[in-house]
C-alpha cells in the first residue's frame, strides 16, 4: 500500500507553484507599501496561550487544536492563528519600546483539526498583517486598506467590505444582557451548540453557520445599539475614512468573528466570484489580548487569510499568472565530448545568474530540443563536433525560429543582448 497524505493536508506541486509565488510576491511587494516589516514565531506555543488567548469557549480551543504534552511534560499547541503568538512576541521582546504603531505581518502553517473542504485544510498556509500599540480609527482604515489593495493587486473583482463593531468591556456586558434575553425565548429554534454557547460565550451565537440557527440569528439585536460613547465615535470615525475612500461597504450585524480577543472593529473583505464562501480575509481590533494573555494593555488591530484559499479563488477566476520557472537558456549535446564542454559554459551562465538547463541522459539532439521548447526556454545552445573545433555554439531562438554561431566567450553578452527580442 502507498502512503498518502493526512487527511485534510495538500501537497503544494510544481505546477501549483507559480500561483503560490504569485501570491507571495504580491503580498511582500503591499505590505512593504505600507512599512510593515516580517516577524517569525514558532509554529508551536504553550497550549495556555490559546486557551486564554483565543477562549475557552471558541470552536478553535475545543474542537479544533492540535495539542500534545511534549518530553519535559508542557502542554503544547501547534499554532491554530498567528496573532496571539505576536502578541506573545511584542511582550517578550519588549517591542513596545519601538515607534507606534508597531507594523508587522507574518507568513506560515497553522493547523486546526476541522472538516476538510475546497481551500480549507487541516494544516493551511495564512498570512497575517498587524499594527500593535494605537488606538487611532486611522490604524484600522489603514489595515483594512492593506486588505483591500493585496486582493485588488492579485486581480479579485468587485470587492466590498462586511463591518461591524463589538463593543468594548465596558459596553459588551449591556449588549450580551440583551443577547441571551432574546435567545432564551428562541431556545428551541437553535442547535445543541448555540444552547451551550448561551451559557458560555453568548457572542459565539452570532457566528454559528447552522442554517436551523440563521432565523434566530437574523433577528437578533444589533451590537451597535449597545455601544458606548468611546466604541460609538471609534466606529463613526472608521466608516467617515471609509466613505472618503469611495470603497463600498456594508453594515453586517452578524459580523462578530470566531475569536474571543476582538474588541469594537471587525471585517471583512468580499469579493465576486469565489462561490456561496464570498469572504477571502477576516480581521478587526483586539485591544484585550495581550491582557489576556498576562501584559499590559496593548490596543491592537489586524487581519488574516489564507493562502489555499487565495489560490483556488484566483484558478477558479482564470487570473493569469507569471511562470516562476522558464528557463532563458536551454544547453543541448550531440555527444559525450561536447556534453563535457557544455557543462562547463553551463557552470558559467550559472554564476552569471542565468537560468539555465541541460538535457541530461544520451538523449537524441532532436529530442532534447523538443524538451528545450517543452519547458518554454528562449534559448537552445548546441554544441557539436564542429563547434568544439571552432570554440562556438549554435544558439537557436526558441520563438523566432533563427539559428546562428556564436564564440563561447561571447555567449553571455548574446544572451543578454537578445533575450528581449
Not at 28 to 33: D, F, G, I, S, T
Not at 39 to 57: C, H, I, K, S, W
Not at 83 to 105: D, E
Not at 412 to 419: A, G, M, P, V
Request: a negative charge.
Amino acid at each position: 500500500m502507498l502512503f498518502q497524505s493526512p487527511k485534510g493536508t495538500k501537497d503544494v506541486l510544481p505546477a501549483e507553484q507559480p500561483y503560490w509565488h504569485y501570491v507571495e510576491d504580491t503580498i511582500r511587494r503591499v505590505v512593504r507599501l505600507y512599512e510593515y516589516e516580517r516577524l517569525d514565531m514558532p509554529v508551536f506555543e504553550e497550549t495556555e496561550l490559546f486557551q486564554r488567548g483565543v477562549g475557552e469557549g471558541t470552536d478553535i480551543v475545543e474542537k479544533e487544536m492540535y495539542t500534545f504534552k511534549d518530553k519535559g511534560g508542557t502542554s503544547i499547541t501547534l499554532r491554530p492563528e498567528f496573532t496571539a503568538g505576536i502578541v506573545r512576541a511584542y511582550l517578550q521582546h519588549g517591542m513596545s519600546n519601538l515607534p507606534k504603531p508597531v507594523k508587522v505581518w507574518a507568513m506560515g502553517p497553522v493547523f486546526r483539526y476541522e472538516r476538510p473542504q475546497a481551500g480549507r485544510y487541516r494544516q493551511h498556509t495564512q498570512f497575517d498583517v498587524e499594527a500593535l500599540g494605537e488606538q487611532d480609527p486611522a490604524v484600522d482604515y489603514e489595515i483594512m486598506s492593506i486588505a483591500w489593495h493585496l486582493y485588488e493587486a492579485l486581480g479579485f473583482k468587485k470587492l466590498s467590505f462586511q463591518i461591524n463593531s463589538i463593543g468594548c468591556p465596558v459596553c459588551r456586558p449591556n449588549f450580551l444582557d440583551r443577547l441571551v434575553s432574546y435567545y432564551k425565548d428562541h431556545l428551541n429554534e437553535v442547535c445543541e451548540d448555540c444552547r451551550k454557547r448561551l451559557d458560555k460565550n453568548p457572542l459565539r451565537l452570532l457566528d454559528c453557520k447552522n442554517p436551523q440557527c440563521q432565523p434566530a440569528i437574523q433577528g437578533a439585536p444589533p451590537v451597535i445599539e449597545s455601544l458606548c460613547d468611546e466604541c460609538g465615535a471609534h466606529f463613526q470615525t472608521l466608516r467617515a475614512y471609509l466613505d472618503d475612500s469611495k470603497r463600498q461597504y456594508s453594515l453586517n450585524h452578524r459580523l462578530v468573528r470566531g475569536l474571543d480577543y476582538y474588541t469594537k472593529t471587525v471585517f471583512e473583505v468580499w469579493a465576486q466570484g469565489i462561490g456561496a464562501q464570498n469572504a477571502v480575509c477576516g480581521g478587526g481590533r483586539y485591544d484585550g489580548l495581550a491582557e489576556a494573555i498576562g501584559g499590559p494593555p496593548v490596543p491592537a488591530v489586524g487581519f488574516a487569510s489564507g493562502m489555499e484559499r487565495i489560490v483556488l479563488s484566483l484558478k477558479e477566476e482564470e487570473v493569469d499568472v507569471p511562470d516562476t520557472l522558464r528557463p532563458r537558456v536551454y544547453f543541448a549535446f550531440q555527444d559525450e565530448k561536447a556534453k563535457k564542454e557544455g557543462v562547463r559554459l553551463l557552470t558559467t551562465f550559472h554564476q552569471a545568474g542565468v537560468e539555465s538547463i541541460m538535457g541530461f541522459g544520451s538523449r537524441s539532439l532532436k529530442a532534447q530540443l523538443r524538451e528545450a521548447n517543452r519547458r518554454g526556454a528562449r534559448f537552445a545552445i548546441i554544441l557539436g563536433d564542429e563547434e568544439l573545433k571552432n570554440h562556438t555554439a549554435q544558439v537557436k531562438d526558441m520563438e523566432g525560429s533563427t539559428q546562428e554561431s556564436v564564440p563561447w566567450d561571447d555567449l553571455l553578452t548574446f544572451i543578454w543582448k537578445h533575450e528581449d527580442g
